[in-house]
């Protein structure tokens, strides 16, 4: 299994960045998607999470600016971020989710003028 992020960087306060994973070597279509993150100091924390029928849930603090998708035919996630915050920045992660999570490397995304 392997899960592979990328389209993180830096931006301004304000900005936009559109984060993408490709995974391989799962079913993708029965797994729930998610995407959390981890600031230094502080805990991993969920983001947003897609199921495989579209539902969508997301952590208050990025609900309104944070759109998460997924394409089960490029077995691929996304999370389009909008508005960014300086308190966006961390690392963030992909998971996939059935009875077991498998895990991204991480994208780093920092929010700074």
Same mark, same amino acid.
Do not use: H
């Given at each position: ?10 931006? %301004? =306060?304000?900005?936009?960045? !559109?984060?993408?994973? /490709? #995974?391989?070597? @799962?079913?993708?279509? @029965?797994? /729930? #998607? *998610?995407?959390? !993150? %981890? &600031?230094?100091?502080?805990? *991993?924390?969920? +983001? #947003?999470? @897609?199921? =495989? ?8 603090? +990025?609900?309104? !600016?944070?759109? @998460?998708? !997924? $394409?089960?035919?490029?077995?691929? +996630?996304?999370?389009?971020?909008? $508005? ?5 920045? #961390? /690392?963030?992660?992909? &998971? ?11 994208? %780093?995304?920092? /929010?700074?003028?």
């Amino acid at each position: 299994v392997q899960l592979v992020e990328s389209g993180g960087g830096l931006v %301004q =306060p304000g900005g936009s960045l !559109r984060l993408s994973c /490709v #995974a391989s070597g @799962i079913s993708f279509p @029965i797994y /729930v #998607a *998610r995407w959390y !993150r %981890q &600031a230094p100091g502080n805990q *991993r924390e969920l +983001v #947003a999470q @897609i199921t =495989p029928t579209y539902n969508t849930n997301y952590a208050d603090a +990025v609900t309104g !600016r944070f759109t @998460i998708s !997924r $394409d089960n035919a490029e077995k691929s +996630v996304y999370l389009q971020m909008n $508005d960014l915050k300086s308190e966006d920045t #961390a /690392v963030y992660f992909c &998971a996939m989710y059935f009875y077991t999570t498998y895990w991204g490397q991480g994208t %780093q995304v920092t /929010v700074s003028s």
